[in-house]
């Protein structure tokens, strides 16, 4: 069964992949996620961003299930 997974971006990282959402299919986890979408996006790999799986940002790989929605957000900054 293909795992269909919703994707979010935001800010500087909507901007780098050049769009807001998309899905991407055949992900398994978000460490697959990732290194999908930095060899697809060369630039990912210099910014640092933090991943939400279903509104909970995590700090550690996570195995997804299909519909799961991943958000990738840039860096937050404080004040």
């Known amino acids: 069964m293909n795992k269909n997974i919703n994707v979010l971006a935001f800010g500087s990282i909507?901007?780098?992949i050049g769009k807001k959402s998309f899905i991407m299919e055949?992900?398994?986890s978000t460490e697959?996620?990732?290194q999908t979408l930095e060899d697809k996006y060369p630039s990912l790999t210099t910014v640092q961003y933090a991943i939400a799986v279903n509104e909970e940002i995590i700090q550690?790989?996570?195995l997804l299930e299909n519909n799961s929605t991943v958000a990738i957000l840039p860096p937050f900054s404080g004040g």
């Open 32 to 34: 697959r996620l990732q």
């Open 26 to 28: 055949e992900i398994d």
């Open 14 to 16: 909507a901007d780098i």
């Open 60 to 62: 550690t790989p996570v």
